[in-house]
């Protein structure tokens, strides 16, 4: 089992900055890649970006790429997503989640954090 809990939303202005964190206890050993989804109301789930767990592949939806950007800290159990420039429609509950090395999709998921940019 794997613990997820991430923190870091808030309230932003246009043009503003935020990074969320995603903080993992438990069987942190087996994890794979780490990945970021958000949802805003009314609308699927949506990919926004995934780490490997040694760092070596990052991946980013289109509509985030060059504005948001995925890091970890191995030592910390913590990958974190920094998002500049945000954009009202950037508006959404934000997810992480993990997927386990034996695994091909996405095993365990955050509770989400909330993320509002004001226009």
């Known amino acids: 089992q794997v613990q997820l809990v991430e923190s870091g939303g808030g309230l932003v202005q246009a043009g503003g900055s935020l990074r969320l964190s995603c903080a993992a206890s438990g069987r942190t050993f087996s994890i794979y890649m780490m990945g970021w989804f958000r949802q805003a109301p009314g609308k699927e789930r949506e990919f926004v970006g995934s780490?490997?767990?040694?760092?070596?592949?990052?991946t980013y939806a289109d509509s985030v790429k060059g504005r948001f950007t995925i890091s970890r800290d191995n030592a910390k159990n913590t990958w974190y997503l920094q998002m500049n420039s945000l954009k009202p429609e950037d508006t959404a509950a934000y997810y992480c989640?993990?997927?386990?090395?034996?695994?091909?999709?996405?095993?365990?998921w955050g509770q989400g954090t909330q993320v509002t940019v004001s226009s």
């Open positions: 989640a993990a997927r386990m090395s034996s695994s091909v999709r996405y095993d365990y």
């Open positions: 780490i490997t767990w040694n760092g070596g592949s990052r």
